[in-house]
């Protein structure tokens, strides 16, 4: 079983909307996989019709024993893939892994209990750099971090790869993707081939800015649902492919 987290510090740049995708294509392409919102935003949750439990702040017993987080999984509409939809309990994450012994590794031990149910875990990660996102990095095989092209986007990843360095993270978990990419716009073409200089392990294929992209909220449904021809669909795939590759060369 591998654990891959759809990861950036930054709000809004394609963390959901790529999880989503991504765990869609993992199902279809035969593995069983299980897609975690951890974001009490549950925009995930959303995207798949699968509603939260009428369980008051269950986050108090996510981190203690794999048992609590099998009563939590949902079935999506598609086959292979399960969710564990978001609570809004969530947002107690760090206060509650402060408290808690071996604080940094209780995400990872949680989840090793699901490896005889799942060939893949997908975390959508909320916006932050916490308790929280210590667990995942600790957690994680493959941290995927959605980068814009811009000038933020590219020091919010400096800050990042800074952070794996200072804390001694495998950087090698560390794998940066484009997404937003407006072809037209010199500051992203520009942006894109520096950062690709400086980072190699960038993903080759980049998600395109797309109102079908956008149409996932209208629609609550994976993009190949909808627009199966359109060109943010086929970007999609060949980004799960790319990431399959990278999953198996590890
Ligand atoms: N490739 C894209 N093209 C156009 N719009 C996009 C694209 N990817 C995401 N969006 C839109 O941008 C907004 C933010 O996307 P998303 O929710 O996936 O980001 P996020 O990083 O998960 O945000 P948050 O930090 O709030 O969790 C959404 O309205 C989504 O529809
Ligand atoms: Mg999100």
Redesign the pocket.
């Known amino acids: 079983m591998k654990i891959i987290a759809c990861y ?1 510090m ?9 999880a989503v995708n991504i765990a869609y294509w993992a199902a279809k392409s035969g593995l069983r996989t299980l897609l975690i919102d951890l ?1 009490p ?1 549950g ?1 995930s949750s959303f995207y798949f019709r699968v509603k939260s439990s009428p369980q008051k702040n269950w986050s108090s017993r996510f981190f203690k024993a794999y048992s609590q987080l099998l009563k939590q999984i949902k079935a999506s509409d598609f086959d292979q893939l399960d969710i564990i939809p978001a609570h809004l309990s969530f947002r107690h994450f760090d206060l509650l892994l402060q408290q808690l012994s071996k604080r940094q590794k209780r995400l990872r031990q949680a989840l090793k209990g699901l490896k005889k149910e799942y060939d893949l875990i997908i975390l ?1 990660c ?2 932050t750099i916490s308790k929280l996102a210590e667990n995942i990095f600790y957690a994680a095989d493959l941290v995927l971090v ?1 980068v814009i092209p811009t000038t933020l986007s590219e020091r919010t990843f400096d800050q990042l790869t800074q952070f794996f360095k200072h804390e001694s993270y495998s950087r090698k978990k560390l794998i940066p993707f484009f ?2 990419v407006d072809a037209r716009k010199q500051l992203h073409k520009q942006t894109a081939i520096s950062m690709r200089k400086r980072y190699k392990r960038f993903l080759r294929n980049a ?5 079908d ?2 149409k ?2 209208k629609y609550r449904a994976p993009i190949d649902t909808f627009a199966q021809d359109k060109q ?1 669909n086929k970007a999609y795939l060949a980004l799960w492919q790319e990431i399959q590759q990278e999953i198996q060369a590890q």
Do not use: H, L, R, Y
């Open positions: 950036s930054k709000g809004g740049v394609g963390k959901t909307a790529s974001d935003q925009a959508d909320p916006p959605p997404t937003m998600i395109p800015f797309s109102t992209v956008e996932m909220g943010a």
